[in-house]
């Protein structure tokens, strides 16, 4: 404890030397006195403390159809109100909000799970906001039926499991948000007679800071708060959906690329007049054609076999070419030598006995 004193004493006076801001240290005095970060900030006991959640949905990182997951990169927007957290800017500068750092020293009670840690931004209201970045790696069945055709829909769930609803109520935030269409919307929530507590929204994912996935467009986000009954207490439940299509245009540019490729090759090797260069070229301007994307997939890949087969054949016809050449070279250049010897044995087998004559 001591210890974790020291650590805050040295903190402050490391912060002091920078900006010596009296006021701000006076301030977080102010509200670190009397407060316990287990504590429901609520001044009446028995009503729930309002918490607001907003998904801003950064990316879409990663959606493996083999171990059926979805990762996302976004933030989330937590706001809430800390009865303890107001004081009069007129007493301390004229501060109207502070930035704190949360972890065990945090004044600010409300810890929720994050990847990330972030700071609280409070307001002289008692407004607390906190946006912690996350990398979401989440269970979502993902249906390949229609592949490359597809869409899938997965979903994130928030909920507390240890506070119901009338200690927190739990609810989207859900003013001027921006839809996949880029505008800005306030979407009304589509409430059912029999639980006026639940509700459907067409949006509840906030695209400003939305990054475009090459693969994958994001189509809709629509949202559902459901309050459900556990041991006569409501619990409450948001479910953020995240409902994207593949780009098909993206897959058979991908294949077009490879197919392409191949055919770049192929023509270094065949003639031009060959037959197998239409062929490919007629299959190519049929792949618009979705309901026989397949068997043309297939007829091009059988084609592309044969191809390689051929390619493979005149490789090694060449190879077996080389090594006759150099065999040939080889018995010319040995019977050179050779004749060049004989010849040389020859003149010197007439020559010899006229010199010793
Ligand atoms: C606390 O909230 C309850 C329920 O809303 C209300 O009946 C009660 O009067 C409130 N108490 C105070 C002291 O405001
Ligand atoms: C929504 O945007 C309007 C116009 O910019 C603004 O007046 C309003 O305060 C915003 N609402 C919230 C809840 O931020
Ligand atoms: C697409 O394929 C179907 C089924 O083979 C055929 O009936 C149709 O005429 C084709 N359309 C075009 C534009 O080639």
Redesign the pocket.
């Known amino acids: 404890m001591l210890h974790r004193f020291f650590k805050v004493v040295i903190f402050f006076d490391f912060l002091c030397t920078i900006e010596c801001s009296v006021d701000e240290f006076r301030l977080l005095q102010h509200l670190k006195e009397n407060y316990d970060p287990f504590e429901r900030p609520i001044e009446n006991v028995s009503q729930p403390l309002q918490v607001k959640v907003r998904m801003l949905l950064n990316q879409i990182l990663d959606i493996d159809e083999k171990n059926q997951q979805m990762a996302v990169l976004a933030y989330v927007d937590y706001r809430w109100s800390d009865y303890k957290m107001r004081w009069d800017p007129a007493k301390f500068g004229g501060i109207t909000d502070i930035r704190i750092q949360s972890g065990e020293d945090a004044p600010v009670s409300e810890k929720f799970l994050s990847t990330y840690d972030s700071r609280f931004i409070v307001k002289h209201t008692g407004e607390v906001q906190q946006n912690p970045p996350a990398i979401f790696r989440f269970i979502c069945q993902i249906d390949v039926t229609y592949y490359p055709f597809d869409s899938q829909t997965c979903f994130l769930k928030m909920g507390s499991w240890t506070h119901s609803g009338s200690l927190i109520d739990l609810d989207f935030f859900l003013a001027n948000l921006t839809n996949p269409k880029g505008e800005i919307v306030n979407p009304a929530p589509i409430r059912s007679e029999k639980n006026p507590g639940s509700y459907y929204v067409d949006d509840c994912v906030d695209l400003q800071v939305y990054m475009k996935n090459g693969e994958w467009e994001l189509m809709h986000t629509p949202g559902k708060r459901l309050v459900t009954l556990f041991d006569k207490e409501p619990y409450h439940e948001l479910f953020f959906y995240i409902h994207v299509k593949r780009l098909t245009l993206a897959y058979e540019t991908t294949v077009l690329l490879s197919v392409i490729f191949f055919l770049q090759i192929v023509s270094n090797v065949n003639p031009p007049q060959s037959q197998s260069l239409p062929i490919l070229c007629h299959k190519l301007s ?1 792949i618009q ?1 979705t ?2 994307f397949y068997e043309q997939l297939r007829e091009i890949h059988d084609d592309l076999q044969k191809l390689t087969n051929r390619m493979n054949d005149a490789m090694r016809e060449e190879q077996q070419c080389c090594e006759w050449r150099f065999a040939s070279m080889a018995v010319d250049r040995l019977c050179l030598y050779m004749f060049t010897i004989f010849i040389m044995l020859s003149t010197s087998a007439l020559i010899v006995p006229h010199l010793i004559a």
């Open positions: 049929l054609n309901s026989r």
